[in-house]
């Protein structure tokens, strides 16, 4: 019997870590960058100051999210670790109870109590960490933490979207730099959100309205504190 058309079929939950981490990076690149660079502008439109600000924010945040992504998915990393390795005594100590334990999961997924008991004892003769990892924990190797995946993801999107509003202020007129990387921005953001909806199998619609939505929100605020300040000063 040859294996199913399906068998080798990619799931798009399996994108989940590194999708997660390149669609926070780009949108954090936008945002971040474009609201420093109208803010600074807002509060001082010389061309080299704003310029100088939005390369040093890209810079900056790239390494900032790169770091933040390694700490925080080596920290889940650590979690399921220590799980995993609970699991793994729990199973030498009382491998009867971790049995029962199995068929009950599989009770509460709608097998009978006959044929979960079966699957549960068939498994545990044959690899009884994995299946106590994958039915109880919830984790799978595809899904699995991945910090340094996650750390060059974030920080390659970061730059690579960062740069949208940086070359938007370099090529834009100084007397209309804050609109045009205002609009530049808006479109990049509507870009990326279907971007991210298509690679994780969503709408597209609500995907790009709400980063744009926020976007948007980020740099009005960000230019009413360049304001202020530009005035105060």
């Known amino acids: 019997m040859e294996p199913s058309a ?65 700490v925080s998915v080596s920290s889940q990393a650590d979690l399921e670790k220590a799980d995993i390795e609970r699991e793994r005594q729990a199973i030498l100590d009382d491998p009867a109870g971790e049995e029962v334990e199995l068929a009950e999961i599989y009770m509460t997924r709608g097998l009978s109590e006959q044929t979960a008991r079966q699957v549960a004892r068939e498994l545990m003769q044959k690899d009884p960490l994995a299946a106590h990892v994958r039915d109880e924990l ?48 808006l479109v990049a953001l509507c870009g990326l959100g ?15 309205l709400r980063v744009v939505v926020w976007g948007g929100l ?3 605020v960000t230019a009413a504190v360049g304001r202020l300040f530009g005035v105060a000063v």
């Open 218 to 220: 980020a740099m009005a």
């Open 194 to 208: 279907a971007l991210g909806a298509v690679a994780g199998g969503a709408l597209i619609g609500p995907a790009a």
């Open 138 to 185: 919830g984790l799978t190797e595809e899904q699995a933490a991945q910090p340094l995946l996650a750390a060059a993801a974030s920080a390659l999107t970061f730059s690579a979207f960062a740069a949208i509003p940086l070359i938007a202020a370099v090529l834009a007129p100084a007397a209309v730099l804050i609109p045009v990387v205002v609009m530049v921005t």
């Open 6 to 70: 399906h068998a080798d079929d990619p799931h798009l939950v399996d994108r989940v870590g590194w999708l997660r981490a390149a669609v926070m990076g780009a949108n954090d690149g936008i945002v971040s960058v474009a609201s420093l660079i109208v803010g600074v502008a807002a509060a001082d439109p010389d061309p080299r100051a704003v310029l100088i600000a939005g390369a040093a924010g890209l810079a900056a945040g790239a390494m900032s999210m790169a770091a933040g992504e390694y």
